[in-house]
Each structure stands twice: as structure tokens, then as C-alpha cells.
T-cell receptor, first 111, second 114 residues
Framework: GIQVEQSPPDLILQEGANSTLRCNFSDSVNNLQWFHQNPWGQLINLFYIPSGTKQNGRLSATTVATERYSLLYISSSQTTDSGVYFCAVVNYGGSQGNLIFGKGTKLSVKP | DTEVTQTPKHLVMGMTNKKSLKCEQHMGHRAMYWYKQKAKKPPELMFVYSYEKLSINESVPSRFSPECPNSSLLNLHLHALQPEDSALYLC?????????????FGEGSWLTVV
């Protein structure tokens, strides 16, 4: 099956710093989403981005489908950005709900 | 409204108990899902319902029994669980199973089996 690799596994930032999280996937996809899981467990959808670039406030994401990777940019990080960031994909032709998750990047933002 | 609501948020149950987790969405989505997430691991798919019919069962033990009474509701019935079933159970929905659309998750139900 499709493999999803995220890097780095852990990231510690000082408040105000910028960061880039990476997601590599091993096969063609027709769904790629970035999620933020907060300490209470809720998975918050950040971007639906199977290709192209999107921005939402301090966050932006780029997916280069032909090269099978996606990047999540966090600028001017805040302590509330702490948590685990997951990249998840659906194999091309697969059931839309069958998200295959990477292992996540655990982000800690220090005040 | 992009909300998936799950109840209860926390549940502690004994190995002989019968309990249910509930999930509700009013976005008109026709595909709903149950995921299981163990500590420090990513979520893993358990069941897929498409137009109220079970579409995918990812080899889940029969002590977990899903039910989709209507297009807005999804239940997960629990019986004779084991301590290793303790996890965060996440419900999700999307417009349809076959289209490329955003998948929305609920806040999850934390289950502890004692």
C-alpha cells in the first residue's frame, strides 16, 4: 500500500519562529489533507490540498503531486500551534475516507 | 456548519459492559467513518459507511459493531471489550465516498476499558 513519511518527527520552536513540515508519499493520490491534532485529541482540518498551493493566515501548504510531496509552512509560530501535525492521503482510486496517515510531526512552541 | 459531533467525550467501561459511541453530522454527507487512534500513533480506519450501507470493514473484531440508522447518524456498539481496546475513537464524514472532498473529523471519544 501507499507509504506516507513525515519529517521531522519532532520540532521545538521559539514563539515567533517559522517552520516547514514535509510529507512524502509513495504513489499517486487524489486526496491529501493536513491536520492539526490538539492536546485534547481533536483533528482539525488545515488544508485539503491534493495539488497546488493554499494559504490560510499564518499557515500555507504546497503539494507537488508529480514529485509526491507536500509542505506545510507555519510562520510566526504561537504556543497554540503546539500539537501533532498529520499529513494524510487517499490512494488514487481509493475510498475517500480511507485516509492513510503519516506518523506525524510533534510541534512544541515555547513562549 | 462543518461539524461532526461525537458523544460521549469520555467513557470508562468494564470488560462485560455494553456501551455505544454516537456520531452525528448535518452537512448532508453520505459517507461516514470510524477511526481508532492509540496513544502516540496515527488514526487507523475501522469502518466505512456509504449511503447508510457498510462499505469497508478493516478486519475489525466483532466486539465492535457499527450501525448507521440514517444519513446523519453513525453508532459504534461496544461489547466485551479488552483493555487493549482503550483508545481515542474518531468519527469522520465526507460528501461521498468516491469524490475528492475534504474529510471532517469529530472531537473523538476517549475510551478506557477496565
Amino acid at each position: 500500500g501507499i507509504q506516507v513519511e513525515q519529517s521531522p518527527p519532532d520540532l521545538i520552536l521559539q514563539e515567533g519562529a517559522n517552520s516547514t513540515l514535509r510529507c512524502n508519499f509513495s504513489d499517486s493520490v487524489n486526496n491529501l489533507q493536513w491536520f492539526h491534532q490538539n492536546p485534547w485529541g481533536q483533528l482539525i482540518n488545515l488544508f485539503y490540498i491534493p495539488s497546488g498551493t493554499k494559504q490560510n493566515g499564518r499557515l500555507s501548504a504546497t503539494t507537488v503531486a508529480t514529485e509526491r510531496y507536500s509542505l506545510l509552512y507555519i510562520s510566526s509560530s504561537q504556543t497554540t500551534d503546539s500539537g501533532v501535525y498529520f499529513c494524510a492521503v487517499v490512494n488514487y482510486g481509493g475510498s475517500q475516507g480511507n485516509l492513510i496517515f503519516g506518523k506525524g510531526t510533534k510541534l512544541s512552541v515555547k513562549p | 456548519d462543518t461539524e461532526v459531533t461525537q458523544t460521549p467525550k469520555h467513557l470508562v467501561m468494564g470488560m462485560t459492559n455494553k456501551k455505544s459511541l454516537k456520531c452525528e453530522q448535518h452537512m448532508g454527507h453520505r459517507a461516514m467513518y470510524w477511526y481508532k487512534q492509540k496513544a502516540k500513533k496515527p488514526p487507523e480506519l475501522m469502518f466505512v459507511y456509504s449511503y447508510e450501507k457498510l462499505s469497508i470493514n478493516e478486519s475489525v473484531p466483532s466486539r465492535f459493531s457499527p450501525e448507521c440508522p440514517n444519513s446523519s447518524l453513525l453508532n459504534l456498539h461496544l461489547h466485551a471489550l479488552q483493555p487493549e481496546d482503550s483508545a481515542l475513537y474518531l468519527c469522520a464524514s465526507t460528501l461521498t465516498e468516491s469524490s475528492g472532498n475534504t474529510i471532517y473529523f469529530g472531537e473523538g471519544s476517549w475510551l478506557t476499558v477496565v
